[in-house]
């Protein structure tokens, strides 16, 4: 192959790439107002810039999409945990830089945590199985970092998995209210916190005195 026939190539898979990329962008955009389920994919190719029939060089289905928008959303959740796991290793030294972590995140990838919370009990079965695949995934990680820690690392398998199936879903479910909260009422998301923080307080002192 030429230099020239090799340019050429490689322009049109850049160019296949942006495409991809836009129809992902845009997706993102429009299942945080209507849920994959409802998609319209002349919608979706209008906001592309692309006719109907092009979806499909890039995407088998709208499922094929939904699996893309999970890996591409839990990216940057991975990006947070990793995060936060960097943190001071004791339990309670984690509580307030996590909750911090988290809200921090939310504000600045909205579009990926609305996905999530909305497809997590959404109408396409094969990409809300994949987000709980994946929130399962964050659980296994979490509870071998708790096996680690002084005072659990006598703990249970499943003790250390309950544990972190709890904190786990305590962190889902301030995001999603954080979504929720009135932008213009900035003390409903200081609430939020405030009672994020005392979940996992809680969650702490049961780990303190609970014997495995």
Known sequence: MSRVQADVTETRQERKERTREAILDAALDLVGEEGLAALSLRQ???????????????FASVEELGLALVDRSFAS??????EARRGNPALSGVIRSSVAILVEHVHAERTYFRFIARERFGGVPVVRQAIRHELELFERELATDLARLPNLDTWSAEDLRVMANLVVNAMVSTAEDILDAPPERPQVE??????AEKQLRLIVVGAANWRS
């Not at 979706?44 to 890039?58: D, K, M």
């Not at 959740?77 to 990793?82: D, E, F, K, T």
């Open 44 to 58: 979706l190719t209008r906001a592309v810039g692309i006719v109907p029939t092009a979806f499909y060089r890039h």
């Open 77 to 82: 959740l991975r990006g947070m945990i990793r």
């Open 190 to 195: 200081r609430e939020i916190v405030r009672t």
